[in-house]
Nanobody, 121 residues
Framework: QVRLVESGGGLVQTGGSLRLSCAAS????????MRWYRQAPGKQRELVAG???????NYADSVKGRFTISRDNAKNTVYLQMNSLKPEDTGVYYC???????????????WGQGTQVTVSS
């Protein structure tokens, strides 16, 4: 069993910063990709950023230049540094990861429970 736990959400004013963390725990052999998604009220969940174990990253166009994703592979943790926040960044932010288990070696996709980010204007 693998668990993803996010932290770091909160309320911030426009132009402010937040740092989200997501720690994976459980029967982990390896984690190939870790991602951040977000879902605004009434909208579909969208990919914000992703990072491979080798250090490659990708970003949604809406956050390029403002958000930075990073990983600590030794701690099975992914971070999302969010700067210059805008009201449209408001939503629930979810951690997502492709994890290979120690129990059967199968690669599975897991989600965290989400953390709320609210940017006030």
């Amino acid at each position: 069993q693998v668990r993803l736990v996010e932290s770091g959400g909160g309320l911030v004013q426009t132009g402010g910063s937040l740092r989200l963390s997501c720690a994976a725990s459980g029967s982990i052999f390896s984690i190939s990709i870790m991602r951040w998604y977000r879902q605004a009220p009434g909208k579909q969940r969208e990919l914000v950023a992703g990072a491979t174990s080798g250090g490659s990253t990708n970003y949604a166009d809406s956050v390029k230049g403002r958000f930075t994703i990073s990983r600590d592979n030794a701690k099975n943790t992914v971070y999302l540094q969010m700067n210059s926040l805008k009201p449209e960044d408001t939503g629930v932010y979810y951690c997502n990861a492709d994890v290979r288990s120690t129990t059967d070696g199968v690669l599975r996709n897991y989600w965290g429970q989400g953390t709320q980010v609210t940017v006030s204007s």
